[in-house]
């Protein structure tokens, strides 16, 4: 038997690019869970300035630093915002994947992820919103990137990624001028 409080706990996050405040968040979620889904949002994406890594990239991130700590789906947009009907598609991914709803959903505190669950019913689910102590974000990163400031994107990025640079930076640098995003 778990010591650990919760049985499933599931995140959904873009991770263009990963980061170290993205690392801190599902660190968070795999000390507390048993099982930490991860679903990585506009999966169907790629190849623009927002989105410029594919879903194949960002899920090869996610496990080089997590490795099998963590269980990582695609979550394609659906072209419904961030409302409850986002909401109810989270929720259906994850019992499609898991058989079951989570007991955690794990998060930075987002106004627009506030209300994706606000029309369900049915189950309990416990929300930690994980406090935003590490000052970067994705564009910030991506940033990084363009100006090819390696050792300030070395700052925030597990080690384990450090010989991905060349690559991801190249990503980045051809898809900066495409504009089109699907992307809500």
């Given at each position: 038997?778990?010591?650990?409080?919760?049985?499933?706990?599931?995140?959904?996050?873009?991770?263009?690019?990963?980061?170290?405040?993205?690392?801190?968040?599902?660190?968070?979620?795999?000390?507390l869970?048993?099982?930490?889904?991860v679903?990585?949002g506009?999966?169907?994406?790629?190849?623009?300035?927002?989105?410029?890594?594919?879903y194949?990239?960002?899920?090869?991130?996610?496990?080089?630093?997590?490795?099998d700590?963590?269980?990582?789906y695609?979550?394609?947009?659906?072209?419904?915002?961030?409302?409850?009907?986002w909401?109810?598609?989270?929720?259906?991914?994850?019992?499609?994947?898991?058989?079951?709803?989570?007991?955690?959903?794990?998060?930075?505190?987002?106004?627009?992820?506030?209300?994706?669950?606000?029309?369900?019913?049915?189950?309990e689910?416990?929300?930690?919103?994980?406090?935003?102590?590490?000052?970067?974000?994705?564009?910030?990163?991506?940033?990084?990137?363009?100006?090819?400031?390696?050792?300030?994107?070395?700052?925030?990025?597990?080690?384990?990624?450090?010989?991905?640079?060349?690559?991801?930076?190249?990503?980045?640098?051809?898809?900066?001028?495409?504009?089109?995003?699907?992307?809500?």
């Open positions: 038997m778990s010591e650990k409080p919760y049985r499933l706990g599931v995140t959904v996050g873009r991770f263009q690019t990963f980061h170290s405040g993205h690392e801190y968040m599902l660190q968070k979620a795999i000390d869970c048993d099982t930490v889904g679903f990585v506009s999966s169907q994406e790629s190849g623009t300035l927002k989105n410029p890594f594919s194949e990239t960002r899920e090869n991130m996610l496990k080089t630093v997590f490795g700590k963590i269980r990582v695609p979550l394609p947009d659906i072209g419904v915002g961030n409302n409850t009907k909401g109810e598609y989270v929720l259906k991914n994850i019992l499609d994947r898991f058989g079951s709803y989570p007991d955690l959903l794990v998060s930075g505190k987002e106004e627009r992820r506030l209300n994706w669950f606000d029309g369900e019913s049915g189950f689910f416990s929300e930690l919103y994980v406090p935003k102590i590490i000052d970067i974000s994705a564009t910030t990163m991506r940033n990084h990137f363009l100006g090819d400031n390696l050792e300030e994107w070395k700052r925030y990025t597990n080690p384990k990624l450090w010989d991905e640079y060349q690559t991801l930076r190249e990503a980045v640098i051809s898809a900066k001028d495409n504009l089109d995003t699907a992307s809500i």
